[in-house]
């Protein structure tokens, strides 16, 4: 396994939920960060049917486009009741032509479950997958999943994206409830970050 140890990578995203994250996930590792907004390199249109293929879709536009080592995340809301939609099309379920929009996805959500049969407790879990590729060709998958319920209606002002309608198993707060340390001791993408340093960024002399 690749040594991030030193590094300076971009983190390709221009999702401001995310940075933040990433930026407290690693804020106490030996790395380097920029963004490819701060670059200003532009997504690529996601076009696999995976979190990993989209990860590394990501991924290898921020490196081709910078030289540097690129983290990219894929991640989403998977719903059982939903037959685990959105998945890949959580960012597409939030998107409207004005930009972000996630009320418009909390009740979309909302709305399918009440057209489903389905009763409550509706089970759902968020996944990430982190991939991280190197100039010369080198490229890590690190995966993290939480599994919870979504809740009606939406509660808490702190996270981002699709956090007021999701309860992790363990809680009875929504992670828009909870502080940025409290949701990460839960989240999917701590988990894969986890992974991610234990590999990458411990010193294994
Ligand atoms: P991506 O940028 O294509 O990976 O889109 C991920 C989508 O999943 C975004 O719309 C996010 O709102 C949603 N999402 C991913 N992780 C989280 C999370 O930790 N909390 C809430 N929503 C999330």
């Given amino acids: 396994m690749r040594s991030l140890l030193g590094s300076r990578i971009i983190l390709a995203t221009g999702n401001d ?18 963004t490819t907004g701060e670059l200003g390199i532009s997504d690529p249109p996601e076009t696999e ?9 990501k991924a290898v536009n921020a490196m081709r486009a910078s030289n540097m080592i690129a983290l990219a995340e894929d991640s989403g809301l998977e719903v ?8 890949v099309a959580t960012a597409s379920w939030a998107t409207d032509s004005s930009g972000r929009n996630y009320q418009k996805a909390l009740n979309r959500v909302w709305q399918e479950l009440a057209d489903s049969d389905s009763n409550a407790p509706y089970r759902a879990r968020f996944r990430a997958v982190i991939c991280v590729t190197w100039p010369d060709g080198g490229e890590e998958l690190f995966a993290g999943r939480v599994n919870g319920i979504i809740v009606w209606p939406p509660r808490g002002a702190g996270g981002f994206g699709y956090d007021p309608i999701f309860v992790p198993d363990g809680s009875d707060r929504t992670f828009a409830e909870m502080t940025a340390d409290e949701k990460s001791s839960y989240s999917h993408r701590a988990k894969a970050v986890n992974h991610l340093v234990a590999q990458c960024l411990q010193d294994h002399e």
Wanted: glycine share 8%; proline share 3%.
């Fill in 17 to 34: 939920g995310k940075i933040r994250e990433y930026r407290q996930l690693l804020t106490h590792h030996d790395i380097a960060m920029k």
């Fill in 80 to 87: 059982e009741a939903l037959q685990d939609a959105p998945g």
């Fill in 49 to 57: 049917t995976s979190f990993a293929g989209n990860a590394r879709i």
